[in-house]
């Protein structure tokens, strides 16, 4: 895939997911949902089988990082299949804390 950047739009070859990036890797990556690479929501290919395990899917609203958080995307169309990158999986971010009101 060519280099991704903050603001870039993409969808799913394998179901209805869409993601947009909030922040990208130095280089070139390749985006994944179900085992595929994403492509550009201007992209009119038809769709593909889910490679693998479908996993759990990707919910709307929800942002998914990598292990060291180099690329964080944000989900704004659910769908079948989770999200990796260069083959290794995305995992669901988690909410920051709140500071304590003591």
Known sequence: ?????????????VSDAE?????????????????RPMRAL????????????AGEGVALGKRYVDENESIE?????AGDGSLS???TPLALKGAKPLPSSD
């Open 85 to 87: 990158v260069d083959g």
């Open 42 to 53: 201007d992209d009119d290919a038809p769709r593909e089988e889910i490679a693998g395990d």
């Open 1 to 13: 895939m060519t280099e991704i950047k903050a603001g870039t739009r993409l969808k799913s070859a």
């Open 19 to 35: 993601v947009v990036v909030i922040k990208a890797p130095a280089g070139s990556v390749t985006i994944e949902c179900g085992g």
């Open 73 to 77: 995307l944000l989900c704004t169309k």
